[in-house]
């Protein structure tokens, strides 16, 4: 099993510009969520999504869109990238539909937004 | 609000020493308490969690200990190895919200 894997690793993109953020996972989780990662503020949840088909909002939402149109992928999209959303994504996926499931995270994707 | 303080940012010990590392949360109806911890340019991952049913659990040299009164839990590394040299992250499973907060992260440092 590959896990959880995230495309692209690494990007750059000019402000203004738009970009989508690939998650795969091969272990039959329901639950997958995207996190931002910033210096001293730990992992901040996007969004979210509790099974195909639905998505929901966390704590730092605007400015992204998500889909999870397969049970396997969730997708995170940056409409109109600005600088303030640089920072390392993670993406993350668990079992069933409870909180208290342990989160298998991906390796993350670095975006520098110019 | 909803929030887990962690402390200490940065933390160096001596190979062979122990560690701690204490965070804080405000929900007292959180009952479920991962700690993740995290190496260079990978993504974090499940070390021990604890639910709030029992006080203290253990894995080998690790362990976590549990105050729901006094709402703070802490990680305890025993025996530090070059290994454990990473990024340790706390974190609190808010109920009311149906979320996970993570606190900022400890910069583990083992010096041999």
């Known amino acids: 099993n590959a896990g959880v894997t995230q495309t692209p690793k690494f990007r750059v993109l000019k402000t203004g510009q738009s970009m989508t953020l690939l998650c795969a996972q091969d272990?039959?989780?329901?639950?997958m969520y995207w996190y931002r990662q910033d210096p001293g503020m730990g992992l901040r949840l996007i969004h979210y999504?509790?099974?195909?088909?639905?998505?929901a909002k966390g704590e730092v939402p605007d400015g992204y869109n998500v889909s999870r149109l397969k049970k396997q992928n969730f997708l995170l999209g940056l409409e109109s990238a600005a600088p303030s959303q640089t920072s390392v994504y993670f993406c993350?996926?668990?079992?069933?539909?409870?909180?208290?499931?342990?989160?298998?995270f991906g390796p993350g994707t670095r975006l520098l937004v110019l | 609000g909803e929030n887990v303080e962690q402390h200490p940012s940065t933390l160096s010990v001596q190979e062979g020493d122990s560690a701690v590392i204490k965070c804080t949360y405000s929900?007292?109806?959180?009952?479920?308490f991962p700690w993740y911890k995290q190496e260079l340019g990978k993504g974090p991952q499940l070390i021990i969690d604890?639910?709030?049913?029992?006080g203290e659990k253990k894995d080998q040299r690790i362990a976590v200990t549990l105050n729901k009164t006094a709402k703070h839990f802490s990680l305890h590394i025993t025996e530090t190895q070059p290994e454990d040299s990473a990024v340790y992250f706390c974190?609190?499973?808010?109920?009311?919200?149906?979320?996970?907060?993570f606190g900022s992260g400890t910069r583990l440092s083992i010096r041999p």
């Open positions: 993350a996926s668990s079992y069933q539909g409870a909180w208290q499931e342990t989160q298998y």
């Open positions: 272990m039959n989780h329901e639950y």
């Open positions: 999504s509790v099974g195909e088909g639905t998505t």
């Open positions: 929900d007292s109806a959180s009952n479920y």
């Open positions: 604890i639910r709030s049913n029992v």
């Open positions: 974190a609190a499973l808010y109920s009311s919200a149906s979320k996970i907060i």
